[in-house]
């Protein structure tokens, strides 16, 4: 099971170093492309550094995919062997993905509404409510 595929449940357990950022910020786009709201996206780290980095990579990494066609191209051939795999697999019909174009512009333009926080600020947050 791979992990950036939005379709799919799944648990990413890795050392530091070992490309969690990369993995999540691909997750998180694919989600976008498989209709999921940027704001409803609840992603959290455990420092304020990592959140940081985290908001800067998906933007970063939108921005790309919004520029580069080479890099949308292989982005629409990953989003669409996924929804075919999962559709297969599942006989759910979902719609189909979002372009590489679609999802960039979709976060590029929810930049300000991002969930991205570290654990002890989502907690604290919730114990004020």
């Known amino acids: 099971m791979h ?4 379709y799919n449940s799944s648990v990413l357990n890795a050392s530091a170093g070992s ?3 990369y993995q999540l910020s691909a997750r998180f786009i694919n989600l976008v492309s498989a209709h999921v709201d940027p704001s409803a996206i609840l992603t959290v780290t455990f420092t304020h550094k990592a959140a940081s980095e985290m908001r800067e990579r998906i933007i ?4 790309k995919l919004y520029a580069d066609q080479d890099l949308s191209d292989a ?7 996924f929804y075919k795999q999962h559709t297969s697999q599942t006989g759910i019909h979902v719609p189909p993905p979002l372009s590489a174009a679609q999802a960039a512009k979709k976060i590029l333009s929810s930049t300000q509404s991002l969930l991205i926080s570290t654990i002890d600020s989502l907690f604290f947050e919730w114990v004020n409510r």
């Open 3 to 6: 992990p950036a595929n939005p």
């Open 19 to 21: 490309g969690k950022t």
């Open 60 to 63: 970063r990494d939108a921005a």
């Open 75 to 81: 982005f629409d051939k990953r989003m669409q062997d």
